[in-house]
C-alpha cells in the first residue's frame, strides 16, 4: 500500500532534515517523480517488498528503503541538487502560459455571452495595456475548447492610423475563414472624443457587412483607455484586477514545477513591491505582465540559473 505523505513529512522532519531537502521530498512525491510504497503489498521488480520501495515513472524500482534520508539521496539524482535544480526542456514546457494569469471573471463573463450565439459579436474591455489585449484573446481561444479558431493581427480604430473604412474593409476579409471556423479580431480603440461618431459608424458598417447567417462567430474584441469611446451595441466588460493572490497562485505553481518551492515567499513580495498600485492591494496590469514575461523569459534564457541567481536578477 501507498504510504500517507503526511507520515512521510513527519518522518522526514524528526530526522532534522533541511527545509530545502523536505520541500524536494514532497514536490518530488507530489509530482509523480517519485513513488513511495510500504507493506507486505508493495510490489517491485520481481516480487514484494517488506520495506519502502523507490519507483521511477517508468516502474523501475531504483532501490528498497527504509528511512528517508536513502529517499534524498535517490532524490538527488533524480533532481540534480534537489530544491536547486536547474530547469530543463521538459520544465519549461511545464510553465503556464501568461495568458493563464488570472482573468478568470472576465473570461467567465465571455463565455456567457457568447454561449449559443452565431455571427457578430463586440466585445469591449476599458483597458488600454499592450499586452492585455494579445492575453485576453490566447485566454479565450484557449477557455472555447476548439482548433478552428484564428486570431487575426490587431487593428487600430483610430483616424490617426487608419480610416474606418480601411478597417472594415480588412475585417470583411475574415467572412471566408468563417466559413470552417471562429474569428477573434483585436482592436484598439484610440477614440476619446464624446461627440465623435467613428466608433459608432464602425460598429454600423461592420454589422451592414456580417448581416447573413454564419455557422462561426466573429469575434470583435475592443480594448481602450477608460476614457475612450466604445460602440454603443458592444457587450461592455469590467477591466481585469489582478490581487495579490493571484501573484500567489502564479508564483506557488511555477516554483512547484523547479522544486524552489522555498523561495516562493520571497519571490512574491518582489513582485508585489514591483507592481503594487494601491493600499487595497490591486497589481498594475501593465507592470504584472511585464513581470510575467521577464521572469519566464529569464529562466528560459538561462537553464542553468540557481534559485538564489533568480532571486538576484529580480532586484
Known amino acids: 500500500m501507498r504510504e500517507d505523505l503526511q507520515a512521510i513529512i ?49 516502474g523501475n524500482v531504483l532501490l528498497n528503503v527504509t528511512d528517508t ?15 536547486n535544480s536547474q530547469p530543463s526542456k521538459t520544465t519549461f514546457q511545464q510553465f503556464p502560459e501568461i495568458s493563464r494569469f488570472d482573468l ?27 499586452a492585455f489585449l494579445k492575453n485576453f484573446c490566447d485566454r479565450l481561444k484557449h477557455e472555447l475548447g476548439r482548433s478552428n479558431i ?4 490587431p487593428l487600430s480604430l483610430n483616424p490617426q492610423v487608419i480610416s474606418v473604412n480601411r478597417a472594415v474593409e480588412a ?22 472624443d464624446a ?17 447573413g447567417k454564419f455557422k462561426y462567430r466573429l469575434i470583435v474584441v475592443m480594448v481602450g483607455s477608460t476614457d475612450c469611446i466604445f460602440p454603443p451595441d458592444a457587450i461592455f466588460l469590467n477591466p481585469p484586477e489582478f490581487e495579490k493572490v493571484h501573484a500567489f497562485q502564479w508564483i506557488r505553481d511555477i516554483t512547484q514545477v523547479l522544486n524552489w518551492m522555498h523561495l516562493s515567499e520571497e519571490w512574491m513580495q518582489k513582485m508585489i513591491d514591483r507592481c503594487l498600485c494601491d493600499e487595497l492591494g490591486c497589481l ?26 533568480f532571486l538576484d536578477q529580480l532586484d
Open 284 to 309: 498594475d496590469v501593465g507592470l504584472v505582465y511585464e513581470h510575467l514575461d521577464y521572469t519566464l523569459s529569464l529562466l528560459q534564457r538561462n537553464p542553468s540559473l540557481s534559485a538564489a541567481d
Open 104 to 130: 478568470t471573471q472576465l473570461i467567465d463573463k465571455c463565455l456567457s455571452e457568447l454561449l449559443g450565439k452565431r455571427g457578430l459579436i463586440g466585445l469591449a474591455v476599458p483597458c488600454g495595456e499592450k
Open 171 to 192: 475585417i470583411k476579409q475574415y467572412k471566408k475563414l468563417l466559413q470552417t471556423g471562429d474569428v477573434i479580431c483585436p482592436i484598439r480603440v484610440g477614440v476619446s
Open 195 to 211: 461627440s465623435s461618431s467613428i466608433s459608432k459608424d464602425f460598429w454600423q458598417q461592420i454589422k451592414t457587412a456580417f448581416q
Open 150 to 153: 484564428q486570431i487575426r493581427q
Open 69 to 83: 534520508k536513502a529517499v534524498l539521496k535517490i532524490l538527488e539524482q533524480l533532481n540534480s541538487n534537489g530544491a
Open 10 to 58: 513527519d518522518r522526514a522532519r524528526s530526522e532534522n532534515l533541511a527545509p530545502a531537502d523536505l520541500q524536494a521530498l514532497v514536490a518530488a512525491i507530489q509530482s509523480g517523480q517519485v513513488t513511495l510504497a510500504t507493506g507486505q503489498q508493495a510490489v517491485g521488480i520481481g516480487g514484494s517488498a517488506n520495506g519502502a520501495v523507490v519507483v521511477t515513472g517508468d
